[in-house]
């Protein structure tokens, strides 16, 4: 008598596969931040605070040192990081096809990049996904990218606390945050709710930048303030944190910021650079201490 043939669950098999290729990539995951030494996360309440400008300042700062630095764009809908960086859109990263895995693009100064503007047609092209969508690229991201060793891996991620944000800070539970934000209340409402946010995570905020923090008078050089003083320093006092410095509000940085010219490494001497040297120093002493 032959024996009975079992029905397929077609649909419990799916599941099974997606639930097999989920933990691999989590694998992935862990043993690729084991080998990145640092990883500092990049965020904001609000979008226009100048987040992905310290993202890459900070990347190409370290990077200028001889560290070895890998800068991933978590901002799926609003990928900035190629354009900032000067790197053509059009390069793609290698992959290996065996494994099934790619390595990100190399950029300035020998630094890894991966964005999703490698993988859009144009930049007029919008990413119009759902959050499950942009979750599971940010996982592969993190995972199917080849990294490498690294000392510092810098995440600019896109404004706010929903899913990219949300993920990476699961994912990542080791990392350091670093909060910008302008003097503006009104940015300063929003940065306030995405540091309780990381707190209540139990993550670790490595501290503020006050971005924008006025400007001073081409005529004659008198510090003029652009918005109400004072609100990131009573920030720090209520959550607790450090106030990494101020970043002064200068016409170049947001035109260097256009044409791919990162200030820091362009502008080094000018005051927006110095802050930033300055802030640049006070993580380091801090995360290596």
Known sequence: MEEEVPDINLKETIKEGKQERLDKLMEYIKKNMEKIKHKIVVISGKGGVGKTTVAVNLAMSLASIGLRVGILDVDITGPNVLKMLGIPPELKPMVDAEAKRFYPVNGPLNMKVMSMA???????SPVIWRGPMKMSAVR???GEAIWGDLDYLICDLPPGTSDETLD???????????????????ALMDARKTIKMAQIMERNVLGIIENMSGFKCPHCGKHIDLYPPGGVEQTTKDFNIRLLGKIPFELEVGIQGDEGLPFVIKNATDDSGKAFRKIVDEIQTILNN
């Open 118 to 124: 490698f993988l859009i047609e144009n930049s007029d």
């Open 168 to 186: 990476i800070l699961q994912l990542i539970p080791e990392e350091n945050i670093i909060v910008v934000s302008t003097p503006q209340e009104v």
């Open 140 to 142: 592969q991201f993190l």
